[in-house]
Structure formats: structure tokens, C-alpha cells
């Protein structure tokens, strides 16, 4: 099952996902040692790319958790089909049914909701499990979680203990809004993942965006690292470069030389907040402009 | 920190473990003996690996990937580093270690933290060149006469009284500057400890009023799915909220370094806090100082904080507050705290109509005013006259002691 080194970077790229060299060893690794990946890096640096990427080099299904403040266990876990139940319960009851029954009958599979955790332990193949933004959860669900990742294993109280039928392959990532604990990191595998460089990402740009030549792709990969330096609020990211790359493709443009104009104004596709349009003025985006194309 | 004591011992057993090596035969004697030397420098940089890191690494050598020395580096690269400041010095530990050979284990690299340091990643722990913050110049005023400013002793006195000694002192008189990072450090833990406190009240405080289905059904089959006996859930408050505003123009210089201390702890301490920081100007600095590394953060913000001398715009910030930002960061459970003595350059009026507008928005508006420790301080400065009908409360913060006092008026909001 478990795949060669070399076949995943190979596959990686097969399935669209242009990889830097470390994280097909990082992926390789999670099989080798049944372990979960620790993704962190910036917004937008595609950490969430690296799980669907998983997904398809194992042709496995993509189970994805978004976490988020006030995330408990019945939202990712299980929970109780309600409405069902309370029909159930009148149901049987006027058929005259005793109430042992009706609970051992209310509380049985038919009932259950899964939700991604519950649903990722109980395939038959081993899905690839992405828990998305982890350190917005809160710290008691981080705990939790935990104990899921060692044991694999979760108990519902009315139904028993349920064990994972195949170990998922499990990704998690985190933006560093908070500090993550000791435990989970310990747990976990780590890889940080920065900004693609230049070549990278107009790799990602050719391979992405149907309709843009290399020297086009060269040219935004480098604007983009440019005004990625300048002092900005939100730092655009990997989607933001496809999306600027798909705008000035759909413009016909094959040059950035070409009409500088149409650069500043598209640049909105890369510039998310007021303050930091206002910082990359005409000007800058003219002088940002000489520097790399 | 407590964890680094308990982690001691399962740390030898790793070693120990590991020398014994029973798991893995195939693996020559030497490279085991190795691996374990290249465990050790790591934790003595300060690296969290402990007896499972160990075994997997072992695993990894075994592999057929060891083979590949290429792929070594990245694999080990991710089983032992746990954060981004492991993942930024692997490669020159690696390097040092595996391709320099007449590294010694115990060897600490230069320049990297001690086998006790944990990687100082608070702001209380690690030490900011004083210049760097910014620390008073005496280019600005002092109305009330240059004495007060200058070392009266009081804050050198040894012993455990120096603490509380600090905490009552006024800002403007501790220039020491083994006094300044203790000052500093307790700003920090002053703000976490406000936090866990807060966070702790609201858990006890209210029973909620949301139905937990799952139990209510669960207690309710016998009366036949008629929901008689009700589980109620409680229900989670949602944190207070801190939006801190700081004064930094020439005026405050003095207090500036000690509340950008105080800035990055709540920041670091409260998840729900934004900080910003104006003097003719406003500017976001929450990102700033969410930077890991500490020194930068501090730095970066110093930069930023630096008054021009111009004076102070209050009114003209809080517009751009409530323009820009306060949309997004005010909800109905937010404080506002200004920091800032309230002498204003710019028009009293449009300060008032500003402060009116915030009023409407949150839930409380604290202004703290360091001047309010002086003595004989009445608030006569024009703009501070015409934000006073707006503010819930008005309350000094020139010692630490004044700050420590809000914290009980926090948990009541």
C-alpha cells in the first residue's frame, strides 16, 4: 500500500500539486511511521493544497475537519439524529412497545450522524484526514484530539467503543494564530511551508492557469515575490497569484511591459485591504514593474 | 516551566533505551551510537525529542530511504523539528553534525540557546536591548520638574520586596535596567494572569440556557419521548474582548516602552485582543506583535510607535478606528482601553464626536491616563474635558499596581 519515495513526488506532480522536494519526504514519512502531518506557514502558502494533494496521489478520500472557535466534540465527532429519534420513540410507543426497547432501538447506527472524525475512522480504506486551521479550535478540543490521533479509537457512550477499521492519513494545519501545545506538536510530524520561490511558483502559475506562456509566468511569479516584500496587511498568496495570473490571461495579456495601467488596476486581485492599496500606489506598482520585468 | 523538569527523566530512559537498541539489529552499532550523539546535540539546542523521536528515527535509518542520504535531511528534518524556530536552525545543527565530523556531542552551537533555555518565545523572557524600545529621551516636557525623573534608589534595593517594590513605583522612576526587564516581565505576566482569571469566572459564573438534545432525549424515553425532564447546556460565554489603543507621541515617551510590553502580553495572553498604536496617526500593530520572535515584534513595534514630536491626534486616530477598523473588531462583548494622557493637538470637538461614536459601538470604553498618578492631577486638558462624558472608566496607570486594579473591574464587564 504504502508508496516509494520517488512515486509520490511523482505522483504529486501527476495530480497537479508542484511540490518543493522536502514535502513528498514529509508525506513519504507519514506512512512509514504512522504519523500526522503538522503543517504551518503563512495564509496562503497552500497548506490546505498539500491534504487534497495527499488524497489524490492515494486515491483516497478527502475527509476535511474546518476548525473553528467553539468547535465541539457533536460537530466533529457524532451526533444523534433527533428529529428520528423523538418520531421513533411515538412511533413504537403506540404500538406498545416497552422502553428498554425503544431505547436500545433509538440509540443504534440507524440513528447516528456521522461527523468527520467519527466518519474517518469507520472506512474501509484509509481516507486522508484534513483537520484545517487546528489552532482556532479551542484548547480542550485540541486535547481531544490528541487522543484521538494515539488511539485511533472513540467511545460513544450508548453504542460502545468504536476502533478505527484503517488508520487515516492525517494532515493538520495551522496559521500560528495561537500556540499550539507541546503534546500535539510532539505527536505530530512537522513541516513548515514558506512562500514558493520565484521558479516554483511559476511553475504552479503554468500548470494552473491554462492560456499564460512561461515568460508571462516568470513575470507575475517575480512582481508577486516583489510586492510580497513590501510592508502589506495581508501578504497575497498562492491563490491570489492564480487569480491575478487568470485575470491578466483572460485581459490577453503576454507581457506585463505592455500596459502598466492594467497591471495597477488588476492588481486588485492581489491587494485585499484598503490600507494596503493604498500603500501600493501607482507609483510603487510602476517602480515594482522596472525592477522585474 | 515545570515541564521541562518532568521531561528530564524520560529523556535518559530514551537515551539509555536507544543505546540498548534492541529494535533494530540491522542497523551497525556505530551509526546507532551516532544517531543517538545527533539526538543529544538537538536537545541541547533546545529541541523537545524524546523516546518515540528516537525509535522512529531508527526506523527512518533502516529504511530504504537511508540509501538516499539526499532524503535523510528533509526526513529527519520533519520527525524532529515541533516548530517553525526548530525548522529555521535544523539545517545548520545537520549540517554541523553529519558533514563537519569533529563536532562534539555536547557541543552547543554558537549563538544557540543552553540545554536549560527553552527557545524564548515570550516577551518576558527575552531580552530586548533597551535602545531598541525606545525608553525615555528627555527631549519632551516634564512639568512637574526633573527631579522625580531621575534614580531615587528605591528600585535597587535587593531582595523580596523588590517585586512588589516595582509595582508600586512610578513608571518614570525605574531607569535600572535590570529594574526595566523586571518591570517589563511582570507587565507580561500581568496580562496573562488577567486572562486566566477572566476566563476562569466565566466558566463558573452562569448557567446557560441552551437544551442539550442529546440528553434531554437520552433522560426521556420513559416518559415516552415527551420532553418532560430537560438538559440544559452550559452555555459559553463568549471571552471578553480587548481593544487596546496606545498613545505613543512624544508626550508619553516615558511610558511608552513599559506599555508595549504590556501590549504584546495581552495580545499574546487574551486570543480576542487587537492592539493599535497612534500618535498622529493610527496603526494596526496586532500582527506585529503575534511575531514569534519576540525581539523582532518589539523592535518593529518601537519603529513604529516612535512619535514625531508633532503632537498627538486623538481625534483624527479614532476616526480612523472607527472608519477602518472598528467594524471588525468590536463586537458586543469588547472593551476599548485608550492609553494616552489626553493632550490632544487636534480639535476637542471632533475628539468628542469620535469618542461618541465608539460609545455606541462597545461595550465599555476604559481610559487609562498615567498623569491620574500624579499629584494633583485634574483631567483640564481640553481634549480630555471633551472625551470624559463617554468614558465608563477613567483610571490611572503609572505603576503596575494601578494596572493590576482593573483587572476585578475587567472581570465584571
Known sequence: MSLKREEIADKLAAVGYVADHDIATALWLMDLLKRPLLLEGEAG?????????????????????????GLDQNAALYEWNYQRQLLAIKAR????????????????????????????????????????????????????????LSDFQVSIPELGTIKATAIPRVVLTSNGTRELSDALRRRCLYHYIDFPDVDREAKIILTRVPGV????????????????????????????????????????????????????????????????????????????????? | MTGNLQEVPRRERADRHSRNGERSESLGAAARRRLTGFSRTLRDNGFHIGLSETRDALAVLTSPAAKQPISLKPAL????????????????????????????????????????????????????????????????????????????????????SRTELLTATDLRHIVDPDDIAATNALAARLARVMRVRLVRREQIRKRGRRLDLRRT??????????????????????????????????????????????????????????????????AHVSPSLRDRDVTRAVEKLSLMAQGIGGGTRIGDSLAAFNRWHARRVINSRTAVMIVSDGYDTGEPNELGEEMRRLRRRCKRIIWLNPLIGWRDYSPRARGMQAALPYIDLFAPAHNLASLAALEPYLARV
Open chain 1, 45 to 69: 502558502v497552500g497548506k490546505t493544497e498539500v491534504g487534497k494533494a495527499l488524497a489524490a496521489v492515494h486515491g483516497a478520500e478527502l475527509i476535511r475537519l474546518q476548525c473553528y472557535e
Open chain 2, 77 to 160: 528534518r520533519a520527525l524532529f523539528c515541533a516548530t517553525h524556530s526548530d525548522w529555521v536552525r535544523f539545517d545548520e545543527i545537520f549540517d554541523t553534525f553529519w558533514i563537519g565530523r569533529d563536532m562534539r556531542q555536547r557541543q552547543v552551537l554558537s549563538g544557540m540557546p543552553g540545554v536549560s533555555h527553552a527557545p524564548a518565545r515570550r516577551l518576558a523572557e527575552a531580552h530586548v536591548p533597551q535602545e531598541a524600545l525606545g525608553l525615555p529621551d528627555d527631549t519632551e516636557r516634564r512639568n512637574d520638574g526633573g527631579a522625580e525623573t531621575s534614580a531615587d534608589g528605591r528600585g535597587r534595593r535587593e531582595g523580596a
Open chain 1, 93 to 148: 410507543e403506540t404500538i406498545g412497545e416497552n422502553a428498554e426497547a425503544i431505547e436500545e432501538h433509538i440509540f443504534s447506527e440507524k440513528y447516528l450522524l456521522e461527523r468527520p472524525l467519527l466518519a474517518a475512522i469507520r472506512r474501509d480504506q484509509p481516507p486522508v484526514l484534513l483537520i484545517d486551521e487546528v489552532d482556532r479550535a479551542d484548547e480542550e478540543f485540541e486535547a481531544f484530539l490528541l487522543e484521538l
Open chain 1, 213 to 293: 506562456d512561461t515568460t508571462l509566468a516568470l513575470q507575475i511569479a517575480r512582481m508577486v515575490a516583489a510586492v510580497r516584500k513590501e510592508d502589506l496587511r495581508k501578504v497575497p498568496g498562492v491563490a491570489e497569484t492564480l487569480d491575478w495570473a487568470a485575470t491578466l490571461s483572460g485581459l490577453e495579456m503576454h507581457d506585463l511591459r505592455q500596459e502598466p495601467e492594467a497591471i495597477y488596476e488588476t492588481m486588485i486581485c492581489l491587494l485585499k485591504t484598503q490600507e494596503d492599496r493604498a500603500r501600493v500606489t501607482r507609483e510603487v506598482s510602476a517602480l515594482l514593474l522596472g525592477k522585474v520585468a
Open chain 2, 217 to 282: 432525549i437520552h433522560r426521556n424515553i420513559s416518559h415516552g419521548g415527551t420532553l418532560l425532564d430537560l438538559a440544559w447546556r452550559q452555555r459559553k460565554i463568549k471571552p471578553l474582548r480587548l481593544v487596546v489603543l496606545l498613545d505613543t507621541s512624544g508626550s508619553m515617551s516615558l511610558y511608552t516602552a513599559f506599555f508595549v510590553r504590556f501590549l504584546h502580553g495581552v495580545v499574546d495572553a487574551f486570543r480576542e485582543a487587537e492592539a493599535f498604536v497612534f500618535h498622529t496617526r493610527l
